[in-house]
């Protein structure tokens, strides 16, 4: 679903811009045609902005500076039309308050539609009689205020969605959803770039026995503990995932298998010496693995499985390494 959202907001961007770059053209051949170069020139370099942004949309899936060109572009021949043509002007200003809501993110959205509508007001004020200003500067006022709301609620709503597609709601480590698409990323990155990446299954050790001895609630509060004494510890760029039930996976970046070795060991002490409130001591088991250069997804995790098999039949509570075919 996060998916799909995300691409609807990139796809309406895209027909945003389309639509821009069009509009664009047409309105700087009627503005030269009418003798206002400048207002045309304005929006020639409107429909040149667009075009380019476009083309990157298109060809590197690139949204260009965020959106933020559009700032120079529309609201300014907006705003200019309004100075030369106020009779008419005016009508523009309420495209123009949506078109940010459309084309920037939220904040930078709402900066530039407020001081978009004071140039609006300014402009306008000497032009029209109390009557009618009273009438724009309400409607337009209202205009934003809706388009706003929406744009809030949409950008909550994108973010809680982003959430429960992305986290685990018990432990709050990354879940199973988000695992094949980071792995696959990184593997990416380490067979391109030639750089390390390590891989840690870890399994809680007898968490059978803890649920049938303390309960569900008991051994849901071991598992999100073991997740933030894990978390506490690793660093910004490692990623977290709870893979299945009482397994989890380490996803280190830039580590060697080493250092990987290293930092698994140190938090298999610190889980074991953890307090979780229960009569007996909590340990885990870890299988570690290596990228290589033929690695596939599949491959890894298996390197990492077995590794992780090996620990448990040699007593649990211990790491193991696997190295695959190409790994040194």
Not at 8 to 21: D, E, T, V
Not at 136 to 141: D, E, H, M, P, R
Not at 151 to 174: C, F, G, M, V, W
Not at 247 to 258: D, H, N, R, V, Y
Request: hydrophobic share 45%; with cysteine.
């Amino acid at each position: 679903m996060l998916d799909e959202i995300t691409e609807f907001k990139f796809k309406l961007r895209l027909y945003l811009s389309i639509f821009g770059a069009a509009a664009a053209s047409f309105f700087s051949a009627l503005q030269i045609s009418r003798g206002d170069n400048i207002t045309g020139l304005i929006s020639i370099l409107g429909c040149t902005y667009f075009l380019i942004v476009i083309y990157l949309m298109i060809q590197k899936r690139i949204y260009l500076w965020k959106g933020r060109g559009f700032l120079f572009f529309i609201p300014i021949t907006i705003l200019n039309l309004i100075y030369l043509r106020p009779e008419f002007g005016i009508y523009w200003a309420y495209v123009g308050v949506i078109s940010f809501f459309l084309v920037m993110e939220l904040k930078e959205a709402t900066a530039g539609v407020l001081v978009f509508l004071a140039g609006v007001f300014y402009l306008s004020y000497p032009n029209h009689t109390e009557y009618v200003l009273y009438r724009v500067y309400g409607t337009l006022t209202l205009v934003a205020l809706f388009t706003f709301s929406f744009s809030y609620l949409n950008d909550r709503l994108h973010q809680r969605l982003n959430k429960i597609a992305t986290y685990d709601p018990l432990t709050n480590a990354l879940n199973r959803y988000t695992f094949n698409a980071a792995v696959e990323k990184e593997l990416f990155s380490c067979q391109r770039y030639n750089t390390q990446a390590t891989l840690l299954l870890l399994d809680v050790d007898h968490f059978k026995l803890i649920n049938d001895t303390y309960g569900h609630q008991a051994g849901d509060k071991v598992l999100k503990e073991l997740a933030q004494v894990i978390m506490q510890r690793i660093r910004a760029t490692d990623q977290l995932f709870r893979y299945g039930g009482e397994e989890f996976a380490l996803l280190l970046p830039q580590t060697s298998i080493e250092t990987a070795l290293t930092v698994a060991e140190e938090l298999r002490k610190m889980v074991a010496q953890h307090d979780f409130n229960i009569s007996r001591q909590v340990t885990f088991s870890g299988g570690l693995s290596q990228v290589n250069a033929q690695e596939t997804l599949k491959s890894w995790v298996r390197h990492c499985d077995n590794a992780l098999y090996q620990a448990k039949e040699q007593g649990r509570n211990c790491i193991v390494i696997e190295q695959g075919e190409s790994q040194s």
